[in-house]
Nanobody
Framework: QVQLQESGPGLVKPSQMLSLTCTVS??????????WSWIRQPPGKGLEWMGA???????YLSPSLKSRTSISRDTSKNQFSLQLRSVTPEDTAVYYC?????????WGQGTQVTVSS
């Protein structure tokens, strides 16, 4: 079974860049049809899909975040990453990485990121 683990700083200053990495075990990020996503949940709000990278490297980004977001992967480490630029306190959220394939989804446990000076 695929397992995912987010890692990164829990505190980021406004205007800086937020960088998170998701380490995948139990499966390869290049396995056909998998899509690897970043999803966040601000306090008191619902889940927000931010973007994804597919098994073939194709990248999908949320239109509302596209100007500030980058997603990349390191196949040698079986990891994929999120970079969110110019953060504000509104970017404070629990950030999740997720794997999806043919209707199945696997989630990381989530990591709290707070944007504050």
């Amino acid at each position: 079974q695929v397992q995912l683990q987010e890692s990164g700083p829990g505190l980021v200053k406004p205007s800086q860049m937020l960088s998170l990495t998701c380490t995948v075990s139990g499966g390869s990020i290049t396995t056909m049809y998998y899509r690897w996503s970043w999803i966040r949940q601000p306090p008191g709000k619902g889940l927000e899909w931010m973007g994804a990278i597919a098994y073939d490297g194709y990248i999908y980004l949320s239109p509302s975040l596209k100007s500030r977001t980058s997603i990349s992967r390191d196949t040698s480490k079986n990891q994929f990453s999120l970079q969110l630029r110019s953060v504000t306190p509104e970017d404070t959220a629990v950030y999740y990485c997720q794997a999806s394939i043919l209707g199945l989804t696997y989630w990381g446990q989530g990591t709290q990121v707070t944007v504050s000076s």
